[in-house]
């Protein structure tokens, strides 16, 4: 296993990140549990629970503090926020953890056994060599974020779609 695959939490930079105000959307049907700033840390940030699954979503360095606030229910796809670089950050991206909080509260700088991998979670091969798609051109993943601007497409999913279209 090499490090790649071991993370507490993914960072993701969008196609506009190089200044535009990206919109964040929740990733579930959930309530708001925790809404806070951290400036060593997380900046502004939200932490979205869906009741069914019990997992936790923590989104991080939101350039501005969420209009959502801690009790208010958010629908899957509703924003929640916009993209920054609030806290310890070196760019614009979002910063999003996971955790199962079926028998507890979200757990801060855990171990990373209290941690679910967003990249698995999103389908995102997260392995040495693994590419995004940036305008329908493979870049490799370690280039750093502020070179290139992501889209959550992995080669493998971009060569189905080439082999099912016959490109």
């Known amino acids: 296993m090499n490090n790649l695959e071991i993370t507490d939490g993914l960072d993701i930079a969008t196609y506009n990140s190089a200044g535009d105000n990206v919109p964040l959307y929740s990733m579930c049907n959930g309530e708001v549990i925790l809404k806070a700033y951290d400036d060593t840390g997380f900046g502004h940030y939200i932490i979205i629970k869906d009741p069914v699954s019990k997992l936790g979503f923590l989104y991080a ?26 806290g310890y950050a070196t760019g614009i991206h979002l910063h999003l953890e ?29 392995v040495e060599g693994t590419t995004a798609i940036y305008y329908g051109n493979p870049v490799p993943y370690h280039i750093p974020k502020h070179k290139f601007k992501w889209v959550l497409y992995t080669r493998k999913l971009r060569e189905r779609r080439i082999l099912k279209n016959g490109q």
Do not use: C
Request: proline letters at 4%.
């Open 61 to 86: 360095h939101m350039k501005y503090a969420s209009n959502k606030n801690v009790g208010d229910t958010v629908l899957i796809n509703e924003q929640v926020g916009i993209e920054g670089m609030t």
């Open 98 to 126: 996971m955790q199962d909080l079926s028998n507890r509260n979200w757990i801060f700088q855990g171990d990373l056994t209290d941690y679910i991998n967003p990249a698995s979670y999103l389908g995102i091969p997260n």
